[in-house]
């Protein structure tokens, strides 16, 4: 029998709810999660992590897409101009950045609520996607939780792309190196994933054919230097050379299919 993987202090249920709702208070008054990555980390690390999420996705035009934590829609916006006929759907617990996805000039649906209680019906998606977004959720019931409700609502064979940040690059985020309040920033629990809890985490959901990659795998600094030549060379790391982007990628990215 192998070894159980350790993980870090589950918080209890009373924190994990007063948790969500410190974090709730905090998105509503910070940048919209598309303005800050555009300025603190350049266009070209937000064009590699959104075209990594796109090619996994196997979109066909006219499907019908969740956003799980949508913030400003800056993955929805991105997908319209390539899928102009996808029907895309957003979810988020704050409501001001979803006032931004909304003054957008594209059509989306989006609504304010709780990632581990989807208001739609099973088998209503043909892909979802969640970045950097479960990693956020402050106990394991409660990331189980979400991704179960993920399954449900897609449809047979429907596909879910997640990103996280990567544990194996910033494990000096939190006191302990797994789990707990960001260092810098009190407001925000995450959960720092491995490839492998990451796979365990997705197939305990229900989700199969799990395939886990690194993304962003060069420094913000270099790309602003190199440019747009930084995002071929981030893709060729992580399409050809799997297991140095699972090293040195900032995110890892899951790619499964509901069973």
């Known amino acids: 029998m192998g070894l159980k993987r350790k993980r870090g202090p589950i918080l209890s249920i009373p924190d994990v709810k007063s948790q969500k709702d410190k974090e709730r208070r905090y998105r ?4 919209p999660f598309g303005v800050y990555t555009l300025q603190a980390k350049t266009k070209w690390w937000n064009e590699i992590e959104l075209q990594n999420v796109v090619r996994q996705l196997d ?25 102009p006929r996808c029907r895309l759907y957003g979810i988020d617990f704050a409501m001001n950045p979803l006032k931004v996805l909304t003054e957008k000039p594209f059509p989306s649906f989006p609504v304010c609520g709780d990632v581990c209680e989807l208001p739609y019906k099973s088998e209503s998606f043909d892909g979802a996607v969640s970045i950097q977004v479960i990693q956020h959720l402050a106990s394991r019931e409660e990331r189980i939780r979400c991704l179960k409700d993920i399954c449900r ?20 985020l939190v006191k302990n190196g797994k789990e707990g309040l960001l260092g810098n920033n009190e407001n925000l629990y995450v959960y720092l994933y491995d490839p492998e809890d990451l796979s365990q985490d997705l197939s305990e959901a ?15 600094n270099y790309l602003k230097r190199i440019k747009g030549s930084g995002v071929w060379l981030d893709l060729f790391l992580t399409r050809y050379l799997r297991s140095v982007s699972l090293q040195k ?6 790619r499964c299919t509901k069973q």
Do not use: C, M
Request: proline share 0%; no cysteine.
């Open 249 to 254: 990628g900032s995110y890892l990215l899951a």
């Open 59 to 83: 979109l066909v035009d006219g499907g019908r897409l969740l956003d799980l934590g949508s913030s400003d829609g800056r993955l929805l916006e991105y997908v319209h101009k390539r899928f």
């Open 28 to 31: 509503e008054q910070d940048l």
């Open 153 to 172: 609502s897609l449809k047979a064979k429907g596909h879910l792309v997640i990103t996280v940040i990567n544990q194996k690059k910033w494990s000096d």
């Open 206 to 220: 229900g989700f199969k054919n799990v395939k886990i990659v690194g993304i962003n795998n060069l420094h913000r």
